[in-house]
């Protein structure tokens, strides 16, 4: 991350250098503005990146918190009763089907 903050850093001291010029007599202004467009995407992308790896430990701790009590959760409950109802309706199917003689 190291090299992250020193480029997000020379970005921005760039963007302070662009400005600084733009009084000048004989300064290119379209230039100076690309660049200082350019510098401020690149203050943009980088300060995201920072910012997530700044957030990313809490974040990771709120979902692993929030996978555990999910986890108890699902251990407490109940198995559902479901399943007592599709094996009647299995059985009940099987034994209409033996009943029934086959045609031919």
Do not use: C
Not at 9 to 20: C, D, F, P, R
Not at 33 to 50: D, E, K, T
Not at 85 to 104: F, K, N, Q, R, Y
């Amino acid at each position: 991350m190291l090299p992250h903050v020193g480029l997000f850093l020379l970005n921005a001291l760039a963007i302070a250098v662009g400005v600084s010029t733009l009084p000048l007599r004989d300064t290119d202004v379209p230039a100076v503005w690309l660049s200082i467009a350019w510098a401020s995407i690149y203050v943009l992308v980088l300060g995201r990146i920072i910012a997530e790896a700044v957030i990313a430990p809490q974040v990771i701790k709120q979902r692993l918190e929030r996978r555990t009590a999910g986890a108890m959760l699902s251990r407490a409950l109940p198995w559902p009763t479901r399943w007592a109802e599709s094996d009647e309706l299995i059985s009940s199917a099987m034994a209409d089907a033996a009943e029934t003689p086959p045609t031919s």
